[in-house]
């Protein structure tokens, strides 16, 4: 029992599963937590961007053992002036199920090192079950080889489900500990230091564990897995594994498996140049437990070598499709062309089994009329990225002429250019698309929370409610959404109609500059009046909307994966002209939004609608612009530095525009995104000033990852990154790239990334619906 006779929650972290938490805490409590929790670093001595509270300094002494302190003792030993927060409420006066749900939101390293040293009862609800059940550590960046090594040392024994998934830095040593906590039902080590014999002594220890996740990195042998350790595998029931050399890993001594997850991250030539094989490595030819399976996911990044390695694994598969199968994706960019195997196994597929969740390369749906015989049972998820599914087809054979798909959840159309018109394959990019087939999509699939449209040219015709944007107003249980530019912009006008003015207004000076008359302005975010375009309505009728994305149709990163960079991309759709500041601003509106992709605009003129998101949308914490404007003149700087002033929570910001000058200024403005943890810079003929750099990692103590990649010579880049890795000894997480976007080697110096950061930030793409929703834990 927690201090106090407090009820344990045993749910996981920061979940509650009975409604009392609820009726007690007030729901703006959830909201504002972030603010209370710096008062309350103060207080605890967390690391909130406020020192930590030493421990000479502490109520009870440093070296007392709180695992064996007595809870019941009269709450004396904390001043009542360190336990206030604003207001001059006494923090210690609230509830156990109040201060159990403001400690959910601080991370697990510094309730063990700090809170519980703060007074009695804040030591025992530190080590409350709630808390100490599922320790999180992925992106607590903070998380030291003193501080995990006391974290398993003070609650190893209670913690059930543990996550580790890139922690990079922690050393091999560091990741054995985990041997300890040999309570462990759920263990997620990929992006760790892992040898066999390590993984081998880990595994060994952890005789109840159901759910692993790993990485497979070259060097790895299964015949240095213990006789304990495959006893604790053929008891793991979900395996991710991330494979970075051709390999089963251990999937052969997985004999109960029920989902499995693979990423396949092989390169197609090592470091010295040479061609790598798609074969197995020697001893690697066990066959694959697959019996049991219910969910497989195979995610590859470019590169035959991962398209041989996966064949082998399908190949197995489809011997004997697995009978409870219910979920089949692969995600394949690029072409996929299919063998006597994968028809086999899609042919078994379609007579024995249900699906409840597809995706397959385009090359397997193009031109097969392999849905038409697929079954569905109550589907939650459908991928068709980059198929030549035309609408008639989507209509047909998924939806079945408008049959009832509440159960669908998320659903990826990126790429497919087709989906929203007639059977025609004729389509012109210009062409509009046909309102009753999205009509029919929408009504059938209403519960939709995840939905994908990128990457085509979806134009809307005229007349009253055929707009894009008014239909998709009707999916109000939509939580992320993915657009083209082109697809919001108002129908395309009449020739009868004279051409709209450009609005009178004037732009936010930025850095002093003077105001200009005549460019497009947005509406500003006091006012009562709001435009009544179609955009607008959307955002309206979306307000819980989390993950927006609004990308061009033609837009391409200068940094593609594998390859080098690219020098000159294909021009933006001519509708995506229409969509400028005064349409931008419409973003506004969603006060619930904390990931925020804008790629491809070119009627951006300022970017004074950069200052109205800014402004409103203060849960943003993801940022990515791409393009903006003219490719020429970066004429959107100083809104971007006036939006930057109120992204208080902003933690990561990717900025890919050419000729972009990351001066002084930006830097400044930059500063003041206080819990900002990464950056990375992508500028064609960019250049920087190392100074400001310098000076803004000196300000920003959270950032963990500066990763530039512009027109600067490679002296001036290796200069500037030696002199950032001197940060390193306060920041363990710290990842530096700074590097000549245009060179040679970038593909090689890309590698060295971590895959965490590789993929979320470094690398630019749609993620929305990109996987099905809670795949892995």
């Not at 090594?149 to 830095?169: D, F, H, N, P």
């Not at 042998?221 to 991710?240: G, H, I, N």
């Not at 449209?453 to 944007?469: D, K, M, V």
């Amino acid at each position: 029992m927690a201090a106090g006779g407090a009820r344990l929650l045993t749910s996981g972290r920061g979940k509650f599963e009975e409604p009392v938490v609820s009726r007690q805490v007030p729901k703006l409590l959830t909201l504002v937590v972030a603010d209370i929790l710096p008062d309350l670093a103060v207080s605890l001595g967390v690391h909130c961007g406020f020192p930590s509270r030493s421990m000479e300094d502490a109520a009870l002494p440093p070296e007392q053992d709180m695992t064996n302190a007595d809870t019941t003792a009269p709450d004396t030993a904390a001043p009542a002036a360190e336990a206030e927060v604003a207001g001059g409420a006494h923090l210690l006066g609230f509830s156990d199920e109040i201060l159990l749900h403001i400690l959910s939101h601080v991370p697990s390293t510094d309730l063990v090192v700090n809170v519980r040293h703060v007074c009695r009862k804040l030591a025992a609800l530190s080590l409350d079950k709630s808390l100490v059940h599922t320790v999180l550590l992925q992106k607590d960046y903070q998380a030291s080889e003193d501080k995990v090594k006391q974290l398993v040392k003070v609650i190893g024994r209670e913690i059930q489900q543990l996550s580790m998934a890139g922690c990079y830095w922690l050393s091999g040593v560091t990741i054995e500990r985990v041997a300890r906590c040999r309570s462990l039902v759920k263990v997620n080590l990929s992006g760790c230091h892992l040898t066999s014999l390590r993984l081998s002594k880990v595994l060994s220890a952890l005789q109840q564990l159901r759910s692993l996740a790993i990485d497979v990195s070259p060097g790895f042998d299964a015949s240095q897995l213990s006789s304990e350790c495959r006893a604790t595998l053929s008891r793991v029931r979900e395996l991710k594994q991330t494979l970075f050399t051709p390999s089963y890993g251990v999937v052969p001594c997985c004999a109960s498996l029920q989902k499995l997850l693979l990423y396949f991250e092989i390169l197609d030539h090592s470091r010295e140049g040479d061609m790598l094989s798609g074969q197995l490595m020697v001893g690697q030819s066990n066959v694959p437990h697959y019996q049991n399976l219910r969910i497989f996911y195979a995610r590859l990044a470019p590169g035959y070598v991962n398209q041989e390695v996966v064949r082998l694994y399908l190949t197995v598969l489809s011997d004997r499709t697995p009978e409870n199968l219910h979920a089949f994706l692969i995600s394949v960019p690029g072409s996929f062309s299919e063998s006597g195997a994968t028809k086999n196994l899609l042919e078994s597929m379609a007579r024995n089994v249900a699906l409840d969740a597809l995706q397959l390369p385009k090359s397997w749906l193009n031109g097969s009329s392999l849905l038409q015989h697929m079954k569905f049972n109550n589907p939650f998820y459908f991928s068709f990225s980059r198929c030549t599914l035309s609408g008639g087809h989507l209509i047909q054979r998924v939806i079945n002429d408008g049959k009832d798909l509440r159960s669908l959840a998320s659903l990826n159309l990126s790429g497919c250019v087709h989906c929203l018109s007639p059977d025609s394959l004729l389509r012109k990019a210009e062409d509009d698309i046909d309102s009753s087939i999205l009509e029919t999509l929408v009504a059938s699939c209403c519960n939709l929370r995840h939905l994908n449209l990128s990457a085509a040219h979806h134009h809307s015709p005229e007349g009253l409610g055929r707009h894009l944007c008014h239909l998709l107003a009707r999916l109000c249980h939509l939580r992320s959404l993915s657009l083209p530019v082109c697809s919001v912009a108002d129908s395309a006008p009449r020739a009868d109609r004279a051409p709209a003015q450009p609005a009178m207004h004037a732009v936010p000076r930025g850095f002093g500059k003077k105001v200009r008359i005549g460019v497009q302005t947005c509406p500003s975010p006091f006012t009562d009046q709001q435009p009544s375009s179609a955009f607008w309505s959307l955002m309206r009728n979306l307000p819980f909307l989390e993950h927006l994305e609004l990308i061009g149709s033609n837009f391409s990163s200068a940094m593609p994966r594998n390859e080098p960079a690219i020098r000159n991309s294909l021009p933006p759709c001519s509708r995506a002209q229409k969509v400028g500041d005064s349409e931008v601003a419409a973003i506004g509106q969603l006060a619930f939004l904390r990931h925020l992709t804008l790629a491809q605009l070119p009627g951006i003129l300022t970017g004074s609608a950069l200052v109205s998101i800014g402004l409103q949308c203060q849960q943003l914490q993801s940022l990515s612009l791409a393009n903006l404007g003219m490719m020429g003149k970066v004429a959107y700087m100083p809104a971007l530095s006036d939006m930057l002033k109120h992204c208080r929570r902003l933690k990561d910001l990717r900025l890919e525009q050419p000729y972009f000058n990351a001066n002084a200024q930006f830097f400044q403005a930059l500063s003041q995104c206080t819990s900002l943890q990464r950056l990375c810079l992508v500028s064609r003929s960019g250049t920087l000033q190392p100074d400001a750099v310098l000076a803004f990692m000196a300000r920003c103590l959270h950032v963990i990852v500066c990763h530039m990649f512009t027109g600067e010579s490679l002296v001036t880049c290796k200069s500037l990154q030696q002199s950032l890795l001197s940060f390193q000894a306060e920041r363990p997480a710290l990842n530096v790239v700074i590097f000549p976007l245009l060179h040679e080697d970038l593909t090689d110096v890309i590698r060295d990334v971590p895959m965490v950061h590789l993929d979320e930030i470094t690398l630019f793409k749609s993620r929305v619906a990109e996987e099905p929703p809670n795949l892995w834990w």
